[in-house]
């Protein structure tokens, strides 16, 4: 009986559909650089909303695969999720501000 409903499972029958959706971790660091750039607690017109929001989409993209220095292992007996290690990345990069900043001058002295 539980073959059986292991076998008809729409994840058994179809799992091309759900390779893609094994890791969230792209989606869950994109959102909280989101709330970087955008404070739940403050209201922006739909012009700095969208300002922010490509900003932010910038600096995801220049810094989301940076690489790390080291891994830091903590040894605690009550967390023993926390063996994993937790990554010690490099500095993020705004080569993004530079580009954005040159185009906006050149726009203005055509």
């Known amino acids: 009986?539980?073959?059986?409903?292991?076998?008809?499972?729409?994840?058994?029958?179809?799992?091309e559909s759900y390779v893609l959706a094994r890791n969230t971790y792209y989606v869950e660091s994109f959102n909280n650089n989101m709330n970087i750039f955008q404070d739940k607690r403050i209201s922006?017109?739909?012009?700095?909303?969208?300002?922010?929001?490509?900003?932010?989409?910038?600096h995801w993209n220049e810094n989301v695969d940076r690489p790390f220095t080291s891994?830091?292992?903590?040894?605690?007996?009550?967390?023993?999720r926390s063996r994993k290690g937790k990554k010690n990345y490099k500095a993020p990069i705004y080569h993004y501000r530079d580009s954005t900043w040159k185009r906006f001058i050149n726009n203005i002295f055509q």
């Open 1 to 15: 009986m539980l073959l059986s409903v292991i076998t008809n499972s729409a994840v058994y029958k179809h799992p």
């Open 71 to 80: 891994v830091w292992n903590p040894r605690r007996a009550e967390a023993p």
């Open 44 to 58: 922006f017109s739909d012009s700095q909303y969208l300002a922010r929001s490509q900003l932010a989409v910038c």
